[in-house]
């Protein structure tokens, strides 16, 4: 196990008996890859490969009270209760591996995330509560025990913690599978809402039960992206995400997904990629292929005339030589206010069959 780091804390007060803390979390835009794969010891289990994604996150600060009991914890917003849950996880972790009782404390989360989209919300806010926790304690966790913690506090985890590097996360395990290689090829992704941004009710979906014949399908998959990491190949991880959407669709869906993949095949888009628990999307371009400018904004005058608001555009590399550089990027016309879920600037709101089904702002990038 990797130990926890100690970190100067700027946080405590002059009697060293109140210390705060402050943790921040990105993103994803959906899954590259998910399905069900079989892991070291041959036991089936479920999987996936998300999309980073920079710009929108969740920031959490935590002031902790030693000496207070650890149920005087108070939350704002008050009904973030998988933020709530993580922190007094964090506390009992962090105060364990320093030798202090549990106390209690005050915990602030903010974000700018979307709700019930499929893209990591509920993650990214746990996250950055863990953060904000042991950034109080003056320490850095693992990443292992970080994803432990997430798990705990909300069943399911995205690999958010890990930042950008490519792995086959086991999510509702909070363990990697397999690392698939240092970053992603370079792609830059057109991204939109479909089913005009209305949230996802996953509870509602139909459970599937993957046999034989899928897992073996899905350990295929598996193997392509591995290659495609390995040796750079955007049109190959373009096709991975295709045949995984493809798969995503049967229980989603998105009456817009045939146009979407049209759209991909007709302006040259190495594939399509969905939130599997969610009704974001992506159109993949290889930077690298001429007329990139042009294909962009070609993909978001197709997306707006199929009726798909078109949202975002990014790309998953830092400048480059060779490539262009990302901030450039704001000059494609993309969507000033796209349909999305509901920011989660306010409390947390869970998806579920009543969550309100309004548009909220998603800033193009």
Same mark, same amino acid.
């Given at each position: %196990? /990797?130990?926890?780091?100690?970190?100067?804390?700027?946080?405590?007060?002059?009697?060293? &008996?109140?210390?705060?803390?402050?943790?921040?979390?990105?993103?994803?835009?959906?899954? /590259?890859?998910?399905?069900?794969?079989?892991?070291?010891?041959?036991?089936?289990?479920?999987?996936?490969?998300?999309?980073?994604?920079?710009?929108?996150?969740?920031? =959490?600060?935590?002031?902790?009270?030693?000496?207070?009991?650890?149920?005087?914890?108070?939350?704002?917003?008050?009904?973030?209760?998988?933020?709530?849950?993580?922190?007094?996880?964090?506390?009992?972790?962090?105060?364990?591996?320093?030798?202090?009782?549990?106390?209690?404390?005050? !915990?602030?989360?903010?974000?700018?995330?979307?709700?019930?989209?499929? %893209?990591?919300?509920? &993650?990214?806010?746990?996250?950055?509560?863990?953060? =904000?926790?042991?950034?109080?304690?003056?320490?850095?966790?693992?990443?292992?025990?970080?994803?432990?913690?997430?798990?705990?506090?909300?069943?399911?985890?995205?690999?958010?913690?890990?930042?950008?590097?490519?792995?086959?996360?086991?999510?509702?395990?909070?363990?990697?599978?397999?690392?698939?290689?240092?970053?992603?090829?370079?792609?830059?992704?057109?991204?939109?809402?479909?089913?005009?941004?209305?949230?996802?009710?996953?509870?509602?979906?139909?459970?599937?039960?993957?046999?034989?014949?899928?897992?073996?399908?899905?350990?295929? !998959?598996?193997?392509?992206?591995?290659?495609?990491?390995?040796?750079?190949?955007?049109?190959?991880?373009?096709?991975?995400?295709?045949?995984?959407?493809?798969?995503?669709?049967?229980?989603?869906?998105?009456?817009?997904?045939?146009?979407?993949?049209? /759209?991909?095949?007709?302006?040259?888009?190495?594939?399509?990629? /969905?939130?599997?628990?969610?009704?974001? =999307?992506?159109? !993949?371009?290889?930077?690298?292929?001429?007329?990139?400018?042009?294909?962009?904004?070609?993909?978001?005058?197709?997306?707006?005339?199929?009726?798909?608001?078109?949202?975002?555009?990014?790309?998953?590399?830092?400048?480059?030589?060779?490539?262009?550089?990302?901030?450039?990027?704001?000059?494609?016309?993309?969507?000033?206010?796209?349909?999305?879920?509901?920011?989660?600037?306010?409390?947390?709101?869970?998806?579920?069959?009543?969550?309100?089904?309004?548009?909220?702002?998603?800033?193009? !990038?």
């Amino acid at each position: %196990m /990797i130990p926890a780091t100690r970190t100067d804390s700027p946080g405590a007060d002059r009697r060293g &008996t109140r210390r705060r803390g402050a943790g921040h979390a990105s993103c994803h835009h959906g899954e /590259i890859l998910q399905g069900v794969f079989l892991d070291s010891a041959g036991r089936r289990c479920a999987g996936l490969v998300t999309l980073p994604m920079s710009g929108p996150g969740s920031r =959490a600060e935590f002031t902790r009270r030693p000496g207070t009991p650890p149920e005087r914890l108070t939350v704002r917003p008050g009904d973030r209760t998988k933020a709530a849950r993580a922190a007094a996880l964090a506390v009992e972790e962090c105060a364990r591996r320093c030798g202090e009782p549990p106390c209690g404390g005050e !915990l602030r989360v903010s974000g700018d995330v979307p709700v019930g989209l499929g %893209m990591g919300s509920s &993650t990214s806010d746990v996250i950055a509560v863990v953060r =904000a926790v042991s950034d109080s304690y003056g320490m850095r966790l693992p990443p292992a025990a970080v994803a432990r913690l997430a798990v705990r506090a909300e069943l399911a985890c995205d690999p958010l913690m890990l930042d950008a590097r490519p792995v086959l996360f086991a999510q509702r395990e909070g363990r990697v599978l397999e690392v698939l290689g240092h970053r992603l090829p370079p792609l830059v992704v057109v991204g939109c809402a479909l089913g005009g941004g209305a949230p996802v009710d996953t509870l509602s979906l139909p459970a599937r039960v993957h046999d034989d014949h899928d897992v073996r399908a899905f350990e295929r !998959l598996r193997v392509l992206l591995r290659r495609a990491v390995a040796t750079g190949d955007a049109a190959l991880l373009g096709r991975v995400a295709t045949a995984s959407a493809r798969r995503g669709q049967r229980l989603l869906c998105h009456p817009e997904f045939d146009a979407l993949v049209g /759209i991909a095949r007709r302006l040259g888009a190495v594939g399509v990629q /969905i939130a599997h628990s969610g009704s974001v =999307a992506g159109l !993949l371009l290889d930077p690298a292929a001429p007329g990139l400018r042009r294909r962009v904004r070609g993909c978001v005058r197709a997306l707006e005339s199929d009726g798909i608001p078109a949202t975002r555009t990014f790309t998953t590399f830092p400048a480059a030589p060779g490539f262009p550089d990302p901030a450039d990027l704001s000059n494609f016309p993309t969507t000033k206010e796209s349909p999305s879920g509901p920011a989660h600037r306010g409390g947390h709101r869970p998806t579920g069959p009543d969550t309100p089904r309004r548009p909220a702002r998603l800033p193009a !990038l």
